[in-house]
Antibody, heavy 128, light 107 residues
């Protein structure tokens, strides 16, 4: 069965960086992409970006451009999300989610689709 | 960026009754809309995509309808495990955007 298992909770100081991992199993990793979605305490869902596990192409939310980097390691079927220059409003649960390749828009290079399986979430707390 | 607006914010329904949740887009998203269920302390779960197609393993009591700017998620006979927060998401335009959620609570 499809599983996405994320790394454990992190506590970081403002200005630091965090790197969250997402290990996939139960499917062919390179046949799908991975999106990252975050949820601040008591708030809704915010899409952060997407990476193709096939070729490493990425799309990032405009508000996070320059602070976020998404990568994959196909040898271990693991996706990573690094967020730099952390602020208190980055405190959130960070989710990885699988994204079906059929929704990749070849013309624009953007992923435009739903998220069919999700990791369990990783709480990142930013506090001095 | 397309704004998704869900209503009501909270819906109180008795078990066994029907629940109807609404989602409105600020511009047409065609049928490129998904619904997710999220229970406390858990990740969201995909229920519906393409506005009306149930995801793998989703019970038939969940149904989605609509196109363009107006969408509905209907749960035909509420079970105890259905009380949760529901989010809609459009993926017609990049970036995909979520509604703020509807909390479905026991009446």
């Amino acid at each position: 069965q499809v599983q996405l298992v994320q790394s454990g909770a992190e506590v970081k100081k403002p200005g630091a960086s965090v790197k969250v991992s997402c290990k996939a199993s139960g499917y062919t990793f390179t046949s799908y992409g991975i999106s990252w979605v975050r949820q601040a305490p008591g708030q809704g869902l915010e899409w952060m970006g997407w990476i193709s596990a096939y070729n490493g192409n990425t799309n990032y939310a405009q508000k996070l451009q320059g602070r976020v980097t998404m990568t994959t390691d196909t040898s271990t079927s693991t996706a990573y999300m690094e967020l730099r220059s952390l602020r208190s409003d980055d405190t959130a649960v960070y989710y990885c989610a699988r994204t079906p390749t059929q929704y990749y828009d070849i013309l624009t290079g953007y992923y435009k689709g739903p998220f069919d399986y999700w990791g369990q979430g990783t709480l990142v707390t930013v506090s001095s | 960026e397309i704004v998704m607006t869900q209503s009501p914010a909270t819906l109180s329904v008795s078990p066994g009754e029907r629940a109807t949740l609404s989602c409105r887009a600020s511009q047409s998203v065609s049928s490129n809309l998904a619904w997710y269920q999220q229970k406390p302390g858990q990740a969201p779960r995909l229920l519906i995509y393409g506005a009306s197609t149930r995801a793998t393993g989703i019970p038939a009591r969940f149904s989605g309808s609509g196109s363009g700017t107006e969408f509905t998620l209907t749960i035909s006979s509420l079970q105890s495990e259905d009380f949760a927060v529901y989010y809609c998401q459009q993926y017609n335009n990049w970036p995909g955007t979520f509604g703020q959620g509807t909390k479905l609570e026991i009446k």
